[in-house]
């Protein structure tokens, strides 16, 4: 890999590791405003919902100027949102500011690596990326977990800095403070990554027309026989996985009588999971190959169906011995349950994300198509989170919303490998057609 591919890298790690640890410090807020529960999932929404309402722009931003500059920009937006919840804005409006910079984030972050590397290359960078995103996912999960709780709560509000009043005086304003120098330390690295040279045609600013140029991409991409069912795919894989999240949470506190910080524990142990599937797709699966992972969502979904059946009051309660410690066997089985599905996760969506974005750069430019995939995405991201805060907000049992769930998955994702067999026996029959009258 070129040495620029590795600043973009850390980049990304410490603005994802700010993004997942404010997300638990922002829940903590709430909690502390004895906020309903199910204004919970509106957090990430109210994220997402940038990446909807900006997705016919930010690819024309994306592609106006050297995408390290790009990325440094929208990265000054997320410090701005996240000092805007240390002082005092509502954390769904400051969440929504983080989310802003974020989408316009996203096109750069991606369509950089089309820019940098060649087409062979994408699987290899898309899980080391996805790799790294996850395990910044992991560890800013169980980073807000920490810096909520009561022991550094208390370490933390202990700083005295002399001739300075901060205002900090509770327990998530202290981690939100903590992670606005994570967002810092993100921006300066966006400064290091270099200029790749690609350049653009001039981009049109006609707010109109660059709804219809944004119109026009997104009908290409849905049009294309590859590019439609890995489009397909990444939308219900971040629209679930964004989901997933908050099933956890409360999963965690109706099956293993978790709290909030110890549930986010199980979030990171999810994504440990993703990470892991993720680097083995980027060393098993080439580009040519991707669809053939398409079966591992439909095991996914049926997985996830089977945590409505799991409760720590069906585990004998005794400990097992792994050598440097010991772990109740509850946990031990809850643990290998969600890596397991979190692994079945990254294996196949890195091999579809690479083939959106090879699909995309050979028939759009890079910043529209991650645009266009950007816009699928979070719109399956909101209308799934949007269902989800109405289930919690009806009292329907965790329980049944996970069957739900896994249910939704499995059906859709048999639905796209049936769109692929007829895509392919499509293609065989043109092909054959063609074959015949060249005879």
Known sequence: MKPGFYTIMAAQFFSSLADNALLIAAIALLYQLHAPAWMTPLLKLFFVLSYVLL?????????????????????????????????????LLAYAIVGFGAAAYSPAKYGILTELLPAEKLVVANGWIEGLTVGSIILGTVL???????????????IDLPRFETGI?????????????????????????????????????????????FEHCFKTLWNDRLGQISLAVTTLFWGAGATLQFIVLKWAEYALGMNLSQGAILQAVVAFGVAGGAVWAAARVPLKKALNVLIYGVIMGALVMLMAIYRKDLIPDVAVNLGLFKIQLHLLIAYVFLITIGWMSGYFVVPMNALLQHRGHVLLSAGHSIAVQNFNENLSVLSMLCLY?????????????????????????IQIMRWHRRNQAEYDSLHLIGEEKHH
């Open 55 to 91: 997705a016919a722009f930010v690819g024309a931003f994306a592609d106006s100027r050297p995408k390290g500059r790009v990325m440094f920009l929208t990265n000054s937006i997320k410090i701005v949102g996240c000092l805007a919840m240390l002082f005092s804005a509502h954390p």
């Open 169 to 213: 005086d509770t327990g998530p304003e202290a981690a939100i403070a903590v992670i606005a120098f994570i967002y810092l330390i993100a921006a300066l690295f966006n400064l290091r990554i270099p200029d790749t040279g690609a350049r653009y045609p001039q981009q049109e600013k006609n707010p109109i027309k660059l709804i219809k140029d």
């Open 144 to 158: 807000g977990g920490v810096l909520i709780s009561d022991a550094v709560t208390l370490s933390l509000l202990s």
């Open 389 to 413: 805060a109405l289930l919690i907000w009806l009292d329907v049992p965790i329980s049944i919303v996970i069957v739900l769930f896994g249910s939704f998955v499995c059906l859709v994702m």
